[in-house]
């Protein structure tokens, strides 16, 4: 079965970077699309940047110019570089796919990773 397992996260000053990473297992075919969206507990799920099949990329207007997505040349790992971070991307960020790169919204994901800046 497909797994995902996030890492990279952790603690950073604001203005400063972190790197999430997502490597991915068990698919029998090409994925489509493959995301990250973030959770606050309590608060509505929200879509931060996606990439479809092709390398083409979609991005929540609150992290654009600051984050970038990408995959290996293999397709199996995904990444979140994460720049200019503020004390709102404080918060639980998890990979995702099956889902719609262009809505930014996907419906299996992995166990996340807690990213916090202060």
């Known amino acids: 079965h497909v797994q995902l397992v996030e890492s990279g996260g952790g603690s950073v000053d604001a203005g400063g970077s972190l790197r999430l990473s997502c490597a991915a297992s068990?698919?029998?075919?090409?994925?489509?699309?493959m995301g990250w969206f973030r959770e606050v507990p309590g608060k509505e799920r929200e879509g931060v940047a996606a990439?479809?099949?092709?390398?083409?990329?979609n991005y929540a207007d609150s992290v654009k110019g600051r984050f970038t997505i990408s995959q290996d040349n293999a397709k199996t790992t995904l990444y979140l570089q994460m720049n200019s971070l503020k004390s709102d991307d404080t918060v639980m960020y998890y990979c995702?796919?099956?889902?719609?790169?262009?809505?930014?919204?996907?419906?299996?994901w992995g166990q996340g990773t807690q990213v916090t800046v202060s």
């Open positions: 995702a796919t099956d889902g719609s790169c262009h809505d930014l919204r996907f419906g299996y």
């Open positions: 990439i479809d099949s092709d390398g083409e990329t």
């Open positions: 068990g698919y029998s075919s090409i994925v489509n699309c």
